[in-house]
């Protein structure tokens, strides 16, 4: 179905290798998600405040990666995914990441199962949608709840009261890295950390050429449990 | 009353019959031999038929819809080991106190009068052990029915029969009955057979007289009064019961959005399928809109004014399994109320009965009313051969209350086992989640009233939109 990569680094000598590393895992994901890919990456502007840009197409992620010069780009944190579509078309609008609000970002991996309903509720709170993605309903979803107060783990926490069905998240704002899954936790997810970073994938060779790999906490993340991390 | 003709040609008494031609027995559409039979019997008694039960002409109906299960795009939750939530929450707008129910499946009004207090008191035995909630009826609350019902659903008619400050409060929640599926914009009726002296007097009535309710209620007419008695309901229990509003489909949307502005909790509609102990065959079969149609437009009408969250509505009408249950969910539906399905369980229609432990067969009963089992739709008459809707208590001794308690449980464990199973497959973990987008159609009328692609296309009849 899809595939989901992230980097969170810790140690701001990887700055510069942040789209180098990022590339590279999310190559190892082509082959859950040929369709289209894309990344986001997070970096400091020129006056230190945080930039969130996204890079997304369809195609192989590495062709992706070459078009958009991903492997020379810095920064401090980063998430991909690469797409194999399920419901809904195989366009630049319907791949992830999906951004629904400033300097946030969504990427996910399974597939939700009342995500109409949901759409229905937020479009009558006002909410406008891009496509008919499920991904895009949990996206802002999630914006809709920290646009009216909510920090990203509450409403991380509330995506698993409202919306049903089997899902990997990984969101990032300019400040935190999250990680969720569904109370089945069918769709795979292993997490990396180390003192110089946090990295999550969809399966583990996508980690296995981290630097430090080998000395890293490895752990698959438990279900309906929210892990945060915070820069 | 036939009128035999004289045959031109008598035939002698050897002479074979003629073997009839071809074309002898061809059935008139128009005039089929049930109509043929109606209109002689009308010229017979000079009335219109009365008659219980609810619509038996074909209609389109929840069988015409099938579910999109999980697949490959979707996943299927695993039905022995992962659950499938079913707890339901009815008058979460104003009430302090709202109805708390393990499955979304109710058991609706029905009167005592109607069906015996021992039937009454089963059905309410039967939804307190699956965690559910009954509803009394025309004629008011028996201490029987109120006893055996954790969670009672007290109606508020336009008879006002048995209506009292005592009982509204002691139930959990009113039900303001404005119309019924069976017989929209029509009252109540009750035959005197029917009328015992316990009926009578609980109604304030003479016994044995039939007795026919108000269509009005006669502290409101219209909305704008309906917002004041429903206040006035409210005030009477300290805001904390649920106030539902039942209506017999027929403008839906309107209705449904009167009775929100109104100030209802939870709206019911209840579809032309619905059920009656007794009213005209006339109104039964040719006023209101079928309960799938119905369903779409109070699902859609509060999207509209913006109160689905807030406001719950329950469907009845002809529900009769977990499948019917899952497409009104899905649909739009927070509950689905049956009436004919638990009395079915309970015996109604059974060819036989359990009477002190032993099974009796009733089948010179059902001749004797005209009918058989299965096809039986007397309730009317009284004459119950099972024992239910009657108050003879020489038939009320027929339904063996615990025996019938037993299988409405069964029927009502089974019924929700069912739709949580459909839900499962379409990858919910909470009935609730079931959505439009989960089925589609295998007519074009039943697409185009309940807002559905036909099956294999994206066409929705009537909608601009492509699925």
Redesign the interface.
């Known amino acids: 179905m899809c595939g989901i990569v992230g980097l969170h680094l810790k140690n701001p000598e990887l700055y510069p290798r942040l789209g180098e590393l990022l590339a590279s895992m999310l190559d190892c994901m082509t082959s859950r998600g040929p369709d289209s890919a894309g990344l986001a990456l997070y970096g400091d502007d020129a006056d230190h405040q945080p930039r969130m840009e996204i890079f997304k197409d369809v195609g192989l992620p590495r062709e992706i990666c070459e078009r958009y010069g991903v492997a020379k780009r810095s920064g401090y944190q980063g998430i991909g995914h690469t797409r194999m579509a399920t419901e809904s078309a195989v366009t630049t609008e319907h791949s992830h990441p999906f951004a629904p609000a400033e300097n946030m970002a969504l990427v996910h991996n399974g597939s939700f199962s009342n995500h109409a309903s949901v759409r229905r509720r937020l479009e009558s709170d006002g909410i406008r949608f891009v496509t008919d993605n499920d991904s895009e309903v949990a996206a802002r979803y999630i914006a809709h709840q920290v646009g009216h107060g909510a920090d990203l783990g509450d409403a991380l926490r509330m995506v698993l009261k409202e919306m049903d069905g089997f899902f990997t998240l990984l969101v990032t704002t300019a400040t935190q890295f999250a990680v969720m899954r569904d109370s089945f936790a069918c769709k795979p997810a292993v997490i990396a950390e180390t003192t110089d970073y946090v990295a999550m994938a969809s399966e583990y060779h996508a980690l296995a050429s981290l630097p430090g790999i080998g000395s890293a906490t490895v752990f698959e993340p438990a279900p309906e449990e929210v892990y945060t991390w915070t820069r | 009353m036939t009128e035999t003709l004289p045959s031109s040609l008598p035939l002698a008494e050897s002479t074979p019959a003629p073997a009839l031609p071809a074309d002898a027995r061809r059935r008139s559409h128009t005039f089929p031999p049930e109509v043929v039979a109606q209109i002689q019997r009308m010229a017979d008694e000079g009335h219109y038929e009365i008659r219980g039960w609810g619509a038996k002409r074909h209609l389109p109906t929840f069988d015409d819809l099938v579910f999109l299960t ?1 697949s ?4 299927p ?1 695993e039905g022995y080991r ?1 659950k499938c939530e079913t707890k339901t929450v009815l008058g979460t707008r104003y009430a302090s106190k709202p109805i708390e129910l393990d499955i979304p499946i109710t058991i609706a009004g029905m009167s005592f009068g109607a069906l015996s207090a021992s039937a009454k008191a089963a059905l309410g035995r039967a939804a307190s052990a699956v965690g559910t909630s009954t509803t009394t009826g025309d004629g008011g609350m028996t201490e029987e029915e109120r006893a055996a019902s954790k969670l009672l659903v007290y109606q508020c008619l336009p008879s006002r029969y048995g209506f009292n400050p005592k009982h509204l409060r002691m139930a959990d929640a009113i039900e303001v009955v404005i119309g019924q599926g069976a017989k929209p914009g029509g009252g109540g009726m009750l035959l005197g057979q029917k009328v015992s002296q316990r009926v009578a007097d609980m109604r304030t009535l003479p016994p044995g007289i039939d007795q026919r309710s108000a269509s009005r209620h006669p502290d409101w007419v219209g909305p704008d009064d309906l917002r004041i008695k429903i206040e006035e309901l409210r005030e009477a229990t300290g805001w904390e019961k649920p106030v539902y509003v039942k209506l017999g489909a027929t403008r839906v949307a309107n209705d449904v959005k009167l009775a929100v502005a109104a100030g209802a909790d939870v709206v019911v509609v209840d579809g032309m399928q619905g059920g009656t102990g007794a009213t005209q065959d006339v109104f039964i079969e040719h006023a209101g809109i079928p309960t799938l149609a119905a369903v779409r437009l109070a699902a859609e009408a509060l ?1 509209e004014i ?1 109160m ?2 807030q406001v719950q509505l329950i469907v009845s009408g002809g529900i009769r399994n977990g499948a019917d249950a899952a497409k009104a969910l899905a649909l739009g539906a927070t509950a689905v109320s049956m009436g004919v399905g638990p009395l079915i369980a309970l015996g109604c229609n059974s060819r036989t009965y359990l009477q002190d432990g032993v099974e009796h067969d009733a089948t010179a009963d059902y001749r004797a009313l005209g009918t058989e089992p299965g096809y039986c739709h007397h309730m009317h008459t009284g004459m119950c051969p099972v024992g239910i809707s009657t108050q003879d208590p020489r038939l009320e001794a027929r339904l063996d209350p615990e025996w019938g308690t037993r299988r409405v449980i069964n029927y009502l464990k089974s019924v929700t086992m069912e739709l949580t199973t459909l839900a499962r497959a ?5 009935v609730h ?5 989960d089925l589609v159609a295998l007519t074009i009328e039943a697409a185009a009233m309940a807002g559905v692609p036909l099956a294999g296309t994206n066409w929705v009849p009537g909608s601009s939109d492509c699925r």
């Open positions: 999980a490959v795009s979707r996943y939750l992962e999207r913006d689905a969250d379409c990858g919910k973990s909470n989640n079931l959505e439009p987008e």
